[in-house]
Nanobody
Framework: EQLVESGGGLVQAGGSLTLSCAASGITFRDTAIGWFRQAPGKERERVSCVENWDRTTHYADSVKGRFTISSDYAKKTVYLRMNSLKPEDTAVYFC?????????????WGQGTQVTVSS
């Protein structure tokens, strides 16, 4: 089982980024795949999750209306489109996968990708 993230980087406040999580070694349609983030000195936070068995999505209140999660079954890839980025969105973003609702708990984790939003 492997999750590989990409798409992080540096962006100005108000800008956009799209993160990608490519999954291998798992039955994609049976998994919930999501994004968590951790900023320095803060606890890890669940940002968003998509349950691929029925496409149910979940979002943290702090990102609702700004972030959109989606799945491409053919590519076994989950995307997180992040719009209207704020400095407080700065964190390491981790892709995670598992078999439970709202990605909690998740069993498999990627290495993480840094997102930095400048003011």
């Amino acid at each position: 089982e492997q999750l590989v993230e990409s798409g992080g980087g540096l962006v100005q406040a108000g800008g956009s980024l799209t993160l990608s999580c490519a999954a291998s070694g798992i039955t994609f349609r049976d998994t919930a795949i999501g994004w968590f983030r951790q900023a320095p000195g803060k606890e890890r936070e669940r940002v968003s999750c998509v349950e691929n068995w029925d496409r149910t999505t979940h979002y943290a209140d702090s990102v609702k209306g700004r972030f959109t999660i989606s799945s491409d079954y053919a590519k076994k890839t989950v995307y997180l489109r992040m719009n209207s980025l704020k400095p407080e969105d700065t964190a390491v973003y981790f892709c995670a996968a598992g078999h439970y609702s709202d990605c909690q708990p998740s069993e498999y984790w990627g290495q993480g990708t840094q997102v930095t939003v400048s003011s």
